[in-house]
């Protein structure tokens, strides 16, 4: 079992919807999740960080997450032809493990 | 602030030879990782180090290895170059080892093995 899986191909919204974005992982005690966005040929960027039960928003993105199904998502809203990028989910493990995991990513096509 | 930087960003070497990669992470911060993207492929760890110790390894071979320096900067060397270790290579820094916020990664170096 993959310790963060990222399973869907990738996703083309129209410009102005919502692209969601699936995450799940596989330490129970996992303390910190997060979502990078990156540009191809670029480095990842931090976009989103969530550490508790909920959602969290910050501008036209909300990271959700949900410990007990460990389960991680990410909502763009109004979606834009600059948020065309792979999306990457990342957890950091248990406690003594601090290394950050990745996900494979998931594309984002957004269709003006 | 200075982000993290990586030097150089890009490298062509020759299978069999020796790679050497460098890392500044951002003032104050101990901790240095490594990662391996290499194309299609998400992002596999290869190295963390805190307090010029090495905390973590990943699954790779001991050809990979490197090292942290007083003032925190990092170097990875690849020896024996193997055409599938061309990648980028990515380095990130954060405050440290109980650290639980996300890192901040540097711009890469792209190693090409002909």
């Known amino acids: 079992q993959k310790e963060v899986e990222q399973n869907s191909g990738p996703l083309s919204v129209p410009e102005g919807a919502i692209a969601s974005l699936n995450c799940t992982y596989s330490?129970?005690?996992?303390?910190?999740f997060f979502w990078y966005r990156q540009y191809s040929g670029k480095s990842p960027e931090l976009i989103m960080s969530?550490?508790?039960?909920g959602d969290k928003e910050d501008g036209r993105f909300t990271a959700q997450l949900n410990k007990a199904s460990q389960y991680v998502s990410l909502l763009i809203r109004d979606s834009q032809p600059s948020d065309s990028a792979t999306y990457l989910c990342a957890v950091i493990g248990g406690f003594g493990n601090n290394r950050l995991a990745f996900g494979k990513g998931n594309q984002v096509v957004v269709i003006p | 602030e200075a982000g993290v930087t990586q030097s150089p960003t890009h490298l062509i070497k020759t299978r069999g030879q020796q790679a050497t990669l460098r890392c500044s992470p951002i003032?104050?911060?101990?901790?240095v990782y490594w990662y391996q993207q290499a194309l299609g492929l998400g992002l596999q760890f290869l190295l963390w180090y805190d307090e010029g110790e090495e905390r973590n390894r990943g699954n790779f071979p001991p050809r990979f290895s490197g090292r942290q320096f007083p003032n925190y900067s990092s170097e990875l060397n690849v020896n024996a170059l193997e055409l599938e270790d061309s990648a980028l290579y990515l380095c990130a820094s954060s405050l440290g080892a109980r650290t639980n916020y996300g890192y901040t990664f540097g711009s890469g170096t792209r190693l090409t093995v002909v």
């Open positions: 003032s104050g911060h101990t901790s």
């Open positions: 969530i550490y508790s039960n």
């Open positions: 330490d129970r005690v996992s303390q910190s």
